[in-house]
């Protein structure tokens, strides 16, 4: 009986350890079955939604065989008269000898027949163009418009076939951490791709001129000027224009003109020959916590009004000093550059709605923005103005502003010399325009001393300190 009993437990066991054995291994959720979820499978799919480190996503070569057939050599070539100080000094022979450089960079086709955008800086006084696409192809190329403020240039070849081009995207709709591709001529390299994420946008980098990039990681490098910045689709989001780095080459970060910023400066030049440059009339600055507590407001984000000027579209608006913009049509704004990337993209007379903070209270004002050219700044009893198109070629410059009247006792002695001389640098900054220029100056006190640089109407340069 006992031996019948023992038999009976190991028959027991027996089943239930292959019972288990089954469970374990062969059921629907076993360790062999194709529906099993384990900790490491599910982790595995939560990381791959989470960051899209998927093949999809990662496969770049779609993107990068559309848009390096668009992405074009740039060859510029200048011719400078170098004196011989010793001929001059013995044999008074002040003829020169000329001397011819050339630069490189790239440039993107925008359209099948022939315009490409570059960077004026690529361009820049050169007295030659030449094109090379990326079948070995070379045009001459035109100059077609410049715009300094933006470093954007537009340039135009006759080909004699239909040309690939990238299309614009809408570089509002860049996200932060979104992969985009680098495709340029770096050290004259022709056709080449690199990949990275936008590290940020609206990135202000300086107190003149552009002041709202894209920052991203895409390794770029001196010769990469004037490329194209795309996203995974290939569509055009910014024009490579410049880098960080103490050694001239790529350690990390590069920076591109917005493409909505780009598209509207070419749109202007094809359109009205210039740039058009719509102001909403306000100065100040963006908002953080010691700013804040400063003004007395509770926004630590946004851009504060210290002042409006007169007869602008803000001025007739209604806004005032003290106001807080927080968004300009769907537009957050939280800092300066978000605030000018944006105005960058509109003309005079175009109608913007601006939300502000008043008292503590949100409230929606539309804006029909101003022409920029109409304004003028004063410091110190100076007052100045824009630099027309026809004091930028009798002066020979692409930036400065112009000495309109002069209030100041202390001047007035030298009223007849100054008026109508251009300023170009205040305090070693370089003036662009009248935006630069009291965007700088707001932050001067009256009783501060400044260092001006101007050209006088003879082509001297004076430096004074008032």
Known sequence: MKQISNLFLVSLLSGATTLG?????????????????????LASDNYTKRVGLNSEVLDFTEAADKTIHTVVHVKNVSRQKINDPMLEFFFGYRGGQSQEQVGTGSGVIISEDGYIVTNNHVIKDASEIEITLNNKKSYKAKLVGTDSKMDIALLKIDADEKLPYTPFANSDDVKVGEWVLAVGNPYNLTSTVTAGIVSAKA????????????????????????GALVNTRGDLIGINTMISSMTGSYVGYSFAVPS??????????????????????????ELNSKVSKEFGVKQTEGFYINNVRKNTGADKAGLKKGDVIVKIDNQNITSFADLSGYINTKRPND?????????NATKTVPVTLSKNEFFSAEFKGIELENMSSEDKKKFRVDYGVKIKSINNENLNQYADEFLGNIILSI???????????????????????????????????????I
């Open 21 to 41: 054995a089954y469970k374990l291994f062969f059921d629907d959720n076993g360790y062999f079955s194709n529906n099993r979820k384990t900790l490491t499978t």
């Open 203 to 226: 990135r202000n980098l300086s107190n003149d001129g552009i002041q709202s990039f894209i920052q991203t990681d895409a390794a770029v490098n001196p010769g990469n000027s004037g």
């Open 260 to 285: 909505n910023i780009a598209r509207k400066i070419i749109e202007d030049i094809m359109e009205y020959g210039n740039v058009q440059r719509g102001i909403l009339g306000v100065e100040g600055g």
């Open 351 to 359: 109608k913007v709605n601006v939300v502000i903070i008043r008292d």
């Open 427 to 465: 305090d070693n900054v370089k003036i662009k325009d009248i935006e630069s220029a009291s965007k700088l100056l707001n932050n001067k006190n009256e009783n501060q001393s400044v260092r001006i640089e101007m050209l006088s109407k003879n082509g001297e340069i004076i430096r004074f300190i």
